[in-house]
């Protein structure tokens, strides 16, 4: 089901697009059809008109925007205007790893790129499917098209970093409201109430409604934050105390590993201020 909107449900079938209703059966067991979901329906013919008569069991199911089975979020940021925060890129990455969704990682605005802004380039080392673009002036579209293939992608990222752009761009027709990078707009201008995929031309579905606004840190133990962070993880095994959390111990191979410059300063701030935001909520239970 690909959109729900004014009392119907639409089914795409892989070459038509049904108009339908469901059967009376969901409204009296309480269950909502959700944007994403897999159904059976018996078509009413010869129209493109039918009726939903199952629905299979969902493999996920986001809360904002409501899609069930979801692959992957596409997150994007921008090179430039605005420049990359690092903060809000391992903040979005957590959020999604702990809904244990595939990542793809995005760096759209490559015509503007800073040629000291080495951000890329280390998230490129640690997050497999990480894709620099220009949305604007088509560049790395092709590889972007081919790791969306076949998949429901969820969109997220700031205002401003060309998401509505990417999607008119992946989607010709798809004529996602753009807008210029202004405070002003910020707020207000993805308010749809529906929520609807829109089908990629080579297969697979993307949202129009970019979710994860909530950036509240998913409910994790301070030990199981370094699970997130993929140069952690690998390397935590070498630290002298099995439990080190990498912040004063003795003998952190994680500290040296920063020392050597080998994990960034910024990666491992992020890090640590994510670690004492989760030990402010623990305590404040
Ligand atoms: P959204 O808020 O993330 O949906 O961003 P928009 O798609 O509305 O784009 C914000 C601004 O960035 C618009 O002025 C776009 O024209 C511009 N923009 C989008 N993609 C690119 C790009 O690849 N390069 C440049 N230079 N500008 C872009
Ligand atoms: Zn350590």
Redesign the pocket.
Known sequence: MVKNYAGFYYVDTGNVLFQCRARGKFKKENIKILTGDRVVITELVPSKEGVIEELFPRKNQLIRPPIANVDQVLL?F?F??PAPNSELIDRLLIMVGALELDVVLVF?????KAPENRLFEYYQKIIPKTVA?????S?GILELENLLKDKISV?A?????????????LVPGAK??????SPKI?RG??TTRHVELIKLPQGGFIADT?GFSNLDLPKIERNELQNYFPEIKQNRKNCYYPDCLHVKEPHCYIRELLERGEIPAFRYENYLSFLEEISVREGSY
């Open positions: 994007v921008s430039n205007n759209n605005k490559f015509d503007l673009i220009s949305a604007k002036e560049l969109l990222g700031p205002s401003g970093v060309g998401k509505s752009t990417l999607v008119n761009r996602l409201v753009t807008g210029e990078v910020q201008r993805h970019p």
